[in-house]
């Protein structure tokens, strides 16, 4: 008896583990590629900090992935908007985020996260990069794989945010780049049980762009399996501004230019230019980035969720945590509603070959850019937490997620609140796409009549065959 009870507890425990997860993914040149379905991943995604840079407060406990409550509100409203990625700035390596990325991976919405942070001693300082390179800053970048790495819907790392972003920061620092992103993947390879992608977020300086891109994807004496090498590029674009814009005047065609050969996946890591001034954004760029002439990128993540003093938020947090839409939130649904995603999804990754260029003073086109290829070499210490893994470290791993439906009032961008507002989980193997749902309920009448959830359906239909396939895969792992 005791045994059955034990076999049922492991069971359960199991089914939390298989069911509602999303498929870790991988680089292959160019792409992003789902590694069960194989299929190329394009990045629908928003960048998500709560309370800003001020919500990083690791003394007190808090994060943006530290509160499971809010996770679920927003989780919630990301889900309707239609999104499958976030990307997270400031976390602490000791917070428990268990059951944020849990909610996250349930309703198939992967995280990228930066291992930095603006604290002190928590990111390379652009101003001095050698003497913030210290076995101090690896153990909390490392702190951050060891919490991280257990999630299968932690999709990738970002090395380092924006470090080069004038002529003044190119010498030096990106040399200190390839070696954090080294020193990465050198642990991730030891303490990790799958590869998951480092590489770089860039400002979008036209004058610096082009040499970091090229000097962080190249292969130092042609190997393409130098670990300093950045495994894709994220780049932060607010070059798309307003109604009028187009896929020219924007200057993205020139990014596709720059980019189209690229050897490793490129995408937005921020995008959505808040000019002018005072009025919601169209963000008629999502059907340019997501479109025929832009296949060489990897889709991006709008800037940001919520509202903050930079004035780029598509919800307002309010102060007694409900949260309400803004016009924004409707019009990037809108675009997201407008994706043929089944077009996007079965996109076949064109360039999944393309040969990195080895690394060389040629590839560099401004003279005061760093042509130095040798990268640093570790600090003292590094061997030993490299080979011995951090101490104490906090590891994360999927819990069962019990409550679907969102304690706290939403109200669309009217005022009207949302009815039933709720978490969808959804089937194994599937990531979040937009289904077609209009968040806001319309008109400012109070009674809004709620609209029937294509998400929930599905995952109603589905649900019984999911769950009979993760029953089976679990008794299959217990024999
Ligand atoms: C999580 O956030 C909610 C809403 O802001 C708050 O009421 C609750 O106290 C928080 N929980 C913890 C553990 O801080
Ligand atoms: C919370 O605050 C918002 C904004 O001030 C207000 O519109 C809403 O009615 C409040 N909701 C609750 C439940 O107190
Ligand atoms: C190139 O960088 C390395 C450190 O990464 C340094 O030791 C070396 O002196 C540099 N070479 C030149 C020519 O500056």
Redesign the pocket.
Known sequence: MRSLLHSLALLVALLAAVCHAVHPVEVQGQNFVDTVSKKRVMIIGVDYQPGGQAGYKPDSGEDALSNGTVCLRDAALLQQLGVNTIRVYNVSPKINHDECASIFNAVGIYMIIDVNSPLGGESINRADPASSYHVGYLSRIFGIVENFKGYPNTMAFFAANEVINDLGTVKDNPQYIRAVQRDLKNYIAKHSGRTIPVGYSAADVRDVLQDTWAFLQCAIDGDDNDLSRSDFFGLNSYSWCGESADFQTSGYADLVTTFGDSSIPVFYSEYGCNKPEGVARPFNEVQALYGKDMTALSGGLVYEYSQEESDYGLVNI???T?V?LKKDYDNLQDQFNKLDISLIQSTTPSATQIKSPECDKKLITNSVFDSNFTVPSPPDGAEDLINNGVDDATQGKIVEVKETNVPM?A?GSTGVQIENLAIHPLANDESNTPGGENTSPSGSASAAVPSPSKKGDASRSTGGWTLAVCVFAAVLTLL
């Open positions: 309010n102060d007694n409900t309400t009032a109200y």
